[in-house]
């Protein structure tokens, strides 16, 4: 359909009675994440629209999960289950099949297989929707682009998918949405992710413009938090992202005018830390 009927459409309107918008957006959330989660009134919708589409593993998986609820519930007289939910089990190899597909679609014909043959047939319709071309010598490179605004929901799947190189795309991807409202956000989910670059890139922002982030309540916050995660933290021990700050502040001093540009940062960022009842 998205290469017929669909196919220069942005904006498709589905009328079939059958179609519940609840199912539907299960349905997408399977897609794009291998998970579902579904009200026990919405599975057989779901199953109806996993068969239509000829999502064979997914009808599979509800009709296994649906039994495994009646026998939870025949064992537990009195029990309400009220959603049903798949999620892959760990190491589940199929999503990064799926993402191995679409990086043997992002060759050009004549280059497939230069890589290493894919552990599974790719049939020649499959078609990987690319938004972008790189040509190079006359070969065209059919591939994805990664908007900033997406990143996060992206990064979540490709750290439970075990796709660390998708992680690290996400990475720089979040990297362009930094400013003084967004910085303490992307520097916590850098923590939470163990991006270690994109954490750098956030501290040396956070450098730039901590004259600025002193007056902001998150990013007190988030200095409050670093020192309490210290383990057995002692009064002049010190906080890690306030010695990644104090780091990229002296790393700009080149001139002798960045000298007092320097300080008047550093002078910021003690007296927030004074404030605060913090030494270090």
Excluded at 28 to 45: I, K, N
Excluded at 62 to 72: Q, Y
Aim: proline residues 6%; charged residues 30%.
């Amino acid at each position: 359909m998205l290469d017929t009927k669909w196919k220069r459409r942005s904006v498709v309107v589905l009328r079939h009675p059958l179609i519940n918008p609840v199912a539907f957006g299960a349905l997408l959330q399977y897609l794009y994440t291998g998970r579902l989660d579904v009200g026990v009134e919405h599975v057989g919708d779901c199953q109806r629209l996993a068969k239509q589409c000829q999502l064979w593993d997914l009808l599979g998986d509800l009709e296994a999960e649906c039994e495994k609820v009646s026998e939870f519930v025949a064992s537990k007289p009195g029990t309400c289950v009220k959603v049903v939910s798949i999620e892959p089990p760990p190491g589940d190899p199929r999503l990064r099949e799926d993402m191995a597909a679409l990086a043997d679609r992002a060759l050009p014909p004549e280059l497939r297989g230069d890589l290493g043959q894919l552990p599974f047939p790719c049939p020649d319709g499959f078609g990987s929707r690319p938004d972008v071309c790189f040509r190079v010598a006359g070969c065209s490179f059919l591939c994805h682009k990664l908007p900033p605004e997406a990143a996060c929901d992206v990064l979540a799947a490709a750290d439970m998918f075990l796709l660390p190189g998708l992680k690290r795309l996400c990475g720089r991807s979040l990297a362009q949405l930094l400013d003084e409202d967004s910085v303490v956000r992307v520097w916590r989910v850098a923590k939470l992710f163990r991006l270690a670059r994109l954490e750098d890139q956030c501290a040396e922002f956070m450098a730039k413009v901590v004259d600025k982030l002193v007056a902001r309540e998150d990013f007190a916050e988030a200095v409050r938090e670093e020192a309490a995660a210290v383990a057995a933290r002692q009064e002049t021990d010190s906080i890690p992202l306030v010695d990644d700050i104090r780091f990229h502040v002296a790393g700009t001093v080149q001139t002798r005018s960045a000298v007092e540009e320097a300080r008047r940062r550093l002078r910021a960022l003690e007296d927030l830390l004074a404030s605060m009842g913090l030494d270090c």
